[in-house]
């Protein structure tokens, strides 16, 4: 009943969210947060182990299976400025703020707050940035920080909860090895299960087979890592970033189609859940913190979150610029100064997530002597207050200011998209030309059907760049040929619709079966899902 009751809420918000035009992440936390005001609702814990050993592995798989390599690979210098320098001036900053600006916290349990929440949550970061039309290399920087920083992160929180309980703060020394050793292991698992997976799969031609296979890999590098106590993140992180670059290969196309079906779906209800038990934790933040006023914890709240951001943003812009020129003087790459305003959108979306109020769950209730760890409450808090500051306020607030900027509307990837279809659609038809030009005579009217195929396509392409070039000025001739292309849409749509009313009378008459009708029905979605991409 529980798990219904949470898909149900989930399905209604989305679908809200997306009437409203907002990103569903928010709107599912703000759901969250008012339903756990309700009375005689089922109260639903936040299990760390549920969240770092269900939820976890395949929302990072599907985040990493995504990821842009080419900018990820480019922008690898800053990544690593955000997911490893950032994190530790986060962590250090807010230390030093907690043992002298708020009585209650002293260095050490400062140290395990920022731990807790100074990585930013990839799942978070792809849910939202993806839809705010920002440029490909602020999106990848942002994905790619929010893959790697857990690693930093968790080592941090690591650090933080052996010096909490030992009272002895850990060497530099050992903890750069044990950062490496988190990163390399991560690494190195992640590529071997990959390796593996990438073997069988190649055995493998049945869609939902491939589908459960696709399921269990992310599970395996994670529990594979944890065992050698190493990142299990990155190992995930890894192993999606490698099947995801060979998925062509050993992939068919029916079965392609199954699994990023069967992955989209998978990965919306698992986000949805996630972000709603985010809002339905605010009655077991509260339940432990009596000894503070509603205006106290308010407003350690804001100014915890205030301080976070504050952080972020002074480490961000000279940030960019040692990332920009370690870039040009190390690995040759041909980059401008950066622009300003991308920076300031970096710096603005730092958004955290279910992983951060995990850890914090997941911090020990009582120290190494017995006694009561009377600052865990009011981290839990605090984690609370910056998730629901970055995650609700900021991110509602990013489309206005990425418009106020004049960030938004990046045809970029449009851009690209477009020239990879031209000279995909050229080289295609060179080669049916050829073809054409060695067939025998019973042969030519089928490439010449083929041929008239993929010209209409180009045209329609080269139709669209010279009008996307004009900024929408057109001569009569390119008007002439854009409505001629509707038309024809219509048309197609129309006998489209022919066909779907013919199939259902025959089934509904019993001429034929539910199977006949899916398999024709699925040719008929292919192929409007073609024409759709085409337009």
């Excluded at 920002?134 to 893959?147: F, H, I």
């Amino acid at each position: 009943m529980l798990c219904l009751f949470l898909l149900i809420v989930v399905a209604i918000f989305a679908g809200l969210a997306r009437r409203l035009n907002l990103p569903y992440p928010i709107l599912l936390v703000l759901a969250g947060l008012a339903i756990s005001f309700i009375p005689h609702v089922p109260r639903v814990p936040l299990n760390p182990d549920l969240v770092f050993n269900v939820f976890l592995p395949p929302l990072l798989y599907a985040a990493a299976w995504q990821t842009n390599w080419r900018e990820f690979r480019r922008n690898i210098i800053s990544i690593f400025m955000l997911a490893v320098g950032l994190v530790g001036f986060t962590v250090l900053g807010i230390a030093f703020i907690a043992d002298h600006f708020i009585t209650a916290l002293d260095f050490r349990s400062g140290f395990l707050l920022g731990a807790v929440a100074a990585a930013t949550d990839a799942v978070a970061a792809t849910s939202i940035a993806r839809s705010l039309g920002l440029s490909p290399r602020v999106t990848g920087l942002l994905e790619g920080e929010s893959l790697l920083n857990d690693a930093t992160g968790l080592l941090a929180l690591e650090l933080g909860i052996a010096m909490l309980l030992t009272g002895e703060a850990p060497s530099i020394g050992g903890s750069l090895l044990r950062l490496l050793w988190l990163i390399v292991g991560g690494i190195g698992i992640g590529l071997v299960v990959g390796r593996i997976a990438n073997f069988i799969e190649r055995w493998i031609s049945d869609g939902p087979l491939e589908m459960a296979v696709s399921l269990i890999v992310p599970y395996v590098a994670y529990l594979a890592a944890e065992q050698i106590h190493a990142s299990a993140v990155l190992a995930v992180v890894a192993c999606g970033l490698f099947l995801s670059r060979r998925s062509a290969n050993y992939l068919s196309a029916p079965a392609r189609i199954e699994i990023m079906s069967a992955w989209k779906a998978l990965d919306f209800m698992l986000n949805g859940v996630v972000f709603l038990l985010i809002g339905l934790q605010l009655p077991y933040v509260l339940a432990g913190i009596h000894q503070y006023s509603s205006w106290t914890l308010l407003l350690y709240g804001l100014v915890f979150s205030l301080v976070m951001i504050v952080l972020r943003m002074i480490w961000v812009f000279p940030g960019a610029h040692v990332s920009a020129w370690v870039r040009r003087a190390f690995l040759h790459q041909n980059l401008s100064a950066p622009d300003t305003r991308s920076v300031f959108i970096v710096g603005w979306t730092g958004m955290r997530g279910v992983v951060a109020l995990a850890a914090a769950f997941s911090l020990p209730i009582t120290l190494s002597d017995g006694r009561p760890f009377e600052q865990r409450n009011l981290i839990l808090f605090l984690t609370f207050s910056i998730i629901f500051v970055t995650l609700v306020v900021q991110g509602l607030s990013l489309p206005p200011l990425i418009r106020l900027l004049g960030l938004d509307n990046n045809k970029e990837v449009e851009e690209e998209e477009l020239r990879a279809r031209y000279q995909v659609l050229t080289r295609a038809i060179a080669a049916l030309e050829r073809q054409r030009a060695a067939a025998p005579p019973e042969e030519e009217h089928d490439f010449d059907d083929l041929l008239d195929r993929y010209r209409h396509r180009l045209e329609a392409i080269t139709v669209f760049d010279r009008l996307s070039r004009s900024a929408g000025v057109a001569n009569d001739e390119e008007r002439a040929t854009t409505q001629r292309h509707q038309r024809r849409g219509a048309r197609l749509r129309e006998t489209m619709a022919v066909e779907r009313r013919t199939l259902l009378e025959l089934r509904d008459s019993g001429a034929i079966g539910d199977d006949v009708l899916r398999r024709l029905e699925y040719e008929l979605d292919l192929a409007e899902a073609r024409y759709d991409t085409r337009e």
